[in-house]
């Protein structure tokens, strides 16, 4: 080393930090021995702060700028230690550089359910997740309480810390806010600032501030979300029975499956009638005796509609259908069936010929029957 990389040593002394981890909340400046000469320069970016520790003792704080480490600038430093001019410092310190940005995009979540009691549903068991953006709001608290003499301090060393704290905030403001849990995801701002508000004074005591807390999500249990979509879907349906028949109406406009829909729909209406007819008898079928006047002929309900069948035809290896029996008639008039035509309907014991069918062979009444044979 030349006699004039040692002079510029000794009379410059430049202390400064820049970092590009995005994650260092506190950073040591490292140098042999710890000394820091008289009349160093000091720069201090935004976004940071410097804190001189003089013999273990906090000496200044230093907000962003550009400092001459004399005298008159160190106020505190020179009540701890007199301070000589020359090429040797009297005192050995340590500098922390401080980050005083925020670090964002920080992640929360519950790690089991909060058990809370709804209003409407009664107990349920509910997560929530989300994020929050945390800070260095006193420099000197945060290297005492926190730091120590740590060279170097990262987020990850305090987040699991901050996370405990958060979420036990969380469970008490959810479990005492007495809102139902249909009307949470409106307010997640409010209960963002409610708990974000609650555990500030905590973090103070740290030197931290959160200066951003939101709440992504608040869920159910799977099995009592699908309860709640079940729901929903009742009602979004409405009146059920009109949605039965309209679902029996689509079921006509299909083939093979729609008339079967529209015989079981309508075989389970008269089910009903013949029940509610039956819980107006007595026991063993027997109306029980009654004083009340008969009821007259405008009060007696009608009878039933007769059901009306839909018939298949099979001919050459397929099946077409189903036709009503008006149709069936036309095309019997047409040529288009003959009495030995295979017909089929729901609740029919497999295909027969359309004469053996006591309700299809009137269908050929008008028709002249076939010659006897050899005439």
């Known amino acids: 080393m030349g006699i004039f990389d040692f002079l510029s040593g000794e009379f410059i002394d430049v202390i400064h930090w820049t970092d590009d981890t995005r994650d260092t909340m506190v950073w040591r400046f490292e140098r042999e021995g710890h000394e820091i000469k008289y009349g160093a320069k000091l ?17 200044d704080v230093f907000t962003p700028g550009l400092y001459m480490l004399e005298t008159n600038n160190m106020p505190v430093m020179t009540t701890l230690q007199h301070w000589d001019h020359g090429f040797k410092s009297p005192f050995k310190s ?84 007495n809102i139902p849990v249909l009307d949470m995801a409106a307010n997640t701002r409010e209960l963002g600032k409610l708990i974000g508000g609650e555990i500030a004074g905590q ?8 200066p951003e807390l939101y709440i ?98 099979a001919r050459d290896g397929a099946t077409t259908g189903p036709f009503s029996k008006a149709r069936l008639g036309r095309m019997a008039a047409d040529g288009d069936i003959t009495r030995d035509t295979f017909v089929w309907t ?13 309700e299809l062979a009137q269908l050929f009444t008008v028709l002249p029957p076939p010659p006897p044979p050899g005439v």
């Open 43 to 59: 720069t201090v970016r935004e976004g940071q702060a410097a804190v001189f520790v003089h013999e273990g003792q906090l000496a």
């Open 203 to 210: 973090l103070a005591d740290y030197g931290l501030s959160m």
């Open 216 to 313: 992504e999500n608040i869920s159910l249990p799977p099995a009592v979300e699908a309860v709640l979509d079940k729901r929903s879907s009742m009602g979004v349906i409405g009146n059920l029975g009109e949605y039965m028949q309209f679902q029996a109406a689509e079921a006509l406009g299909r083939d093979g499956g729609g008339a079967a829909a529209l015989q079981a729909g309508l075989g389970a209406g008269l089910g009903m009638q013949i029940g509610h007819a039956a819980a107006q008898s007595g026991p063993w079928g027997a109306r029980p005796a009654t004083t009340a006047p008969a009821p007259s002929p405008a009060q007696i309900a009608p009878p039933p509609p007769p059901i009306e069948h839909v018939w298949h035809i």
């Open 346 to 358: 729901p609740g029919q014991d497999g295909w027969m010929r359309a004469e053996d069918v006591a």
């Open 94 to 177: 340590e500098v922390y550089f401080v980050n005083t940005t925020r670090f964002n995009d920080l992640k929360w979540g519950t790690k089991n359910p909060i058990i809370v009691r709804d209003p409407e549903f009664g107990p349920v068991r509910l997560r929530a997740f989300g994020t929050y953006s945390i800070r260095v709001s006193d420099p000197a608290k945060f290297l005492r309480e926190i730091v120590g003499t740590d060279g170097e301090f990262t987020m990850d060393e305090i987040s699991f810390q901050i996370r405990n704290i958060l979420v036990q905030e969380v469970s008490r403001t959810l479990a005492r806010a």
